[in-house]
């Protein structure tokens, strides 16, 4: 039988990880920078714990939104999550190509049924058609 990851947030260097099996809970050091704890029980049973060292949760938001690149181009994108600091999305295998780490772009969408958001955001992460990115401070504009 396969395993599976489990999320987990760092507090104070630590994790709480609970044993699947017999439910055994066990407060973890995790090393600086890593991002997979594995935490094996005195049952035998082991975990596989991902490591979340953000300062914000995450909201998983799935739904359409639209870049828009300083030529005032559109491309259409779709939201995988956002947070107080940032947002990730997928884009098309051609527009990832073109994109760059340190990029700025504005974003637009709807988040909760509410108004539309439009923010600045710069890139910091590509993993394929994956693009992460951190919201632009305000003190600048366009």
Not at 7 to 24: E, L, Q
Not at 67 to 86: A, F, H, V
Request: glycine share 10%.
């Amino acid at each position: 039988m396969g395993q599976f990851t489990r999320s987990i947030d760092v507090n104070g260097g630590r994790i709480r990880a609970v044993c699947p099996r017999c439910g055994t809970i066990a407060y973890l050091e995790v090393a600086p920078g890593s991002r997979r704890r594995v935490y094996r029980c005195k049952c035998g049973k082991s975990a596989i714990y991902a490591i979340n060292y953000r300062k914000s949760r995450r909201e998983t938001t799935f739904g359409p939104a639209k870049i828009i690149l300083r030529n005032t181009r559109e491309q259409k994108i779709r939201l995988n999550d956002t947070s107080m600091g940032g947002v990730s999305f997928f884009v098309n295998s051609e527009h990832a190509l073109s994109m760059r780490r340190g990029q700025e772009l504005l974003i637009k969408f709807r988040a909760g049924g509410s108004a539309v958001i439009q923010r600045k955001i710069s890139i910091k992460n590509i993993n394929r058609n994956r693009i992460g990115a951190q919201y632009a401070k305000l003190a600048g504009s366009w």
